[in-house]
Structure formats: C-alpha cells, structure tokens
T-cell receptor, first 115, second 113 residues
C-alpha cells in the first residue's frame, strides 16, 4: 500500500505570492489533516477534511485554506505569503479521522521557504 | 500555553545508556500517541495508549500512560544511534464536538556512538 504522498517536496516563493500544496492520502483513507511545523512552534494543526468537508480548523488566518476532492486527495493554499509562513507543511491521513486511537500517517512534507 | 509539555526538550547521551522522556498535561486525553520524526521526513507513529496505567513495549522502547490519562512516558533501554530523532507525543481530546489531536513540542534525542 502506497504511503501519503506530498508534492512538491521543496518550494521557494517570495513575499506576497500564493502557493498550492498537494497531498494524496493512503488508499481508502477518507480523512486528511494538514499541519505546519516550525522549530519554534512545533506541530500546529491547520485543518482536517473528511469526505470533502472541512471538519476541524486550527487557529490560522484566512490566508490558509484547503479543500478535498472526491478521491480524498487534498490541497492547501496559502495566499499573500509572509516570511513567517516558511515552514514544513505536513499532510496526514487516517481512515476515519479525529479518532486519536487510530493514529495518523504522515507524508514527508513540503518545505516552504518564503524570501 | 502549551497543552502538552514534553521534557526534556533536548537530550544527548552515549550509546548503551537508558533514558526517559516525559509528556505532561493538566488535561485528560482519551488516548495518547508517540511519534518519531527523522530529518526531512514526517512523523511515524510508534504506539497508541488508550487505558489509564497502560504499558506497551516495542523492543527496547517502553511506553506508559498515566493512571489519570494526563501524562505519559517513553523509556528507552540501551539506546542505539538509530534511536536518534525527534520524539513527539500527541493527545486526543474532544474539542467543540470533535476529536482533536494535540502535539507536544517534541524531544530531540541524539545518541552518540
């Protein structure tokens, strides 16, 4: 079974630009969560999608948005990039989502650098 | 305020030594997970503990969930260089009607040969 696939692996953008990151979950997994990881803040929850609906949302500004398609693939978008958006963006899939006992399966992440 | 406090934040020890990493909170969790993350990769799930007082072993790693389900520990016996990585604990709790996973800041472990 293929793991969680995130593209691209690395991205360099300049302030003010927008970016779209992609995530393909494990086959059969219907929940996709997105996290931002920085050395100072650790792993911060962005949002969770389940069956194309946003089920949960973290405390990030509206510049951060996402969506999920009918095949469970997900994208997240960051508009008007700021220097502080530089981070590793991780996508995680799970069978049902939300249920902590099931565990999350993470992709390798997209390392975003904003110059 | 961090909901889950991990200690220590950094730990560097020699191969063969034992160590314990702690994950503490004032909140009760329905379950708690431990992940290990290596540079350039996403976290990998090591274990999930669900019942208060539960102990799980994974080779040289022993995980314990506190009786009150507010804290957990990870003990590594005879540490090996391959154990090097960032160890993250994550607690599941009900928030605004939905289960949510909260991560600790992590413990960066270095095992020196």
């Amino acid at each position: 079974k293929a793991g969680v696939t995130q593209t691209p692996r690395y991205l360099i953008k300049t302030r003010g630009q927008q970016v779209t990151l992609s995530c393909s979950p494990i086959s059969g997994h219907r929940s996709v969560s997105w996290y931002q990881q920085t050395p100072g803040q650790g792993l911060q929850f962005l949002f969770e999608y389940f069956s194309e609906t946003q089920r949960n949302k973290g405390n990030f500004p509206g510049r951060f948005s996402g969506r999920q398609f009918s095949n469970s693939r997900s994208e997240m978008n960051v508009s008007t990039l700021e220097l502080g958006d530089s981070a590793l963006y991780l996508c995680a899939s799970s069978l049902l989502g939300g249920d902590g006992a099931a565990g999350l399966f993470f992709g390798s992440g997209t390392q975003l650098s904003v110059l | 305020t961090q909901l889950l406090e991990q200690s220590p934040q950094f730990l560097s020890i020699q191969e063969g030594e034992n160590l314990t990493v702690y994950c503490n909170s004032s909140s009760v969790f329905s379950s708690l997970q431990w992940y290990r993350q290596e540079p350039g990769e996403g976290p990998v799930l090591l274990v999930t503990v669900v019942t208060g007082g539960e102990v799980k072993k994974l080779k040289r790693l022993t995980f314990q969930f506190g009786d009150a389900r507010k804290d957990s520990s990870l003990h590594i016996t005879a540490a090996q260089p391959g154990d090097t990585g960032l160890y993250l604990c994550a607690g599941a709790r009900l928030f605004q009607g939905a289960q949510k996973l909260v991560f600790g800041q992590g413990t960066r472990l270095t095992i020196n040969p």
